[in-house]
């Protein structure tokens, strides 16, 4: 069974701040996924990643797949309030190409 | 386009009682999937169609059925609801197995 590990669970920090998030998994994924969850509301899809070694950047986050499509990371530069939220790492893997989720990260950005 | 529809947006159900949760999609996406999502576990998957009449079990499908009559619409009927199975239901289309998930607003089940 494949697994993806998340971490940290929860980060609580100031404005202005920058934060990763890692996604890790001892399987290799042909495809990994990041999502932003606000309360109420359904995951919505920030960005996938293919080829190991890609870097995709959007505005503030930056998102590396690993050289071995096993692990994966978000970085945000200067966060702010309103990247407060869910974040959820999902991967593609050989399991009839179902995604595979992480646990999220719970992410609070202060003022 | 609507998206991906889900209703009821709220519902509590005693021990024992059954009911059916509805998802619609109207991008004519062949794959579609139902979560819950529990503190600190993700989205686990419980059912998915990867068309119109054809279904299979996820991670967690005790307790839980589906259909796939159309393209279209894919309910989810708990049999006899537990406690175990409160928690927030989400329903998500994608054009193909391992592809962007487009996720409804979320059901929110409480079982007393």
């Known amino acids: 069974t494949q697994l993806l590990e998340q971490s940290p669970q929860f980060l609580s920090i100031q404005e202005g701040e920058n934060l990763t998030v890692y996604c890790n998994s001892s399987s290799v994924f042909s495809s990994l996924q990041w999502y932003r969850q606000e309360p109420g509301e359904g995951p919505v899809l920030l960005v996938t990643v293919v080829t190991g070694g890609e870097v995709k950047k959007l505005k503030r986050l930056t998102f590396q797949f690993g050289d071995a499509r096993k692990d994966s990371s978000l970085h945000i530069t200067a966060a702010q309030p309103g990247d407060t939220g869910l974040y959820l790492c999902a991967g593609a893997g050989n399991q009839g190409g179902k995604l595979i989720f992480g646990q999220g990260t719970e992410l609070s950005v202060k003022p | 386009n609507a998206g991906v529809t889900q209703t009821p947006k709220f519902q509590v159900l005693k021990t024992g009682q059954s009911m059916t949760l509805q998802c619609a999609q109207d991008?004519?996406?062949?794959?579609m999937s139902w979560y819950r999502q529990d503190p600190g576990m993700g989205l686990r998957l419980i059912h998915y169609?990867?068309?119109?009449?054809?279904?299979d079990q996820g991670e967690v499908p005790n307790g839980y059925n589906v259909s796939r009559s159309t393209t279209e619409d894919f309910p989810l009927r708990l049999l006899s609801a537990a406690p175990s199975q409160t928690s927030v239901y989400f329903c998500?289309?994608?054009?193909?197995?391992?592809?962007?998930?487009?996720f409804g607003p979320g059901t929110r089940l409480t079982v007393l």
């Open positions: 998500a289309s994608s054009p193909d197995r391992g592809g962007r998930r487009y």
């Open positions: 991008m004519n996406h062949e794959y």
């Open positions: 169609s990867v068309g119109a009449g054809i279904t």
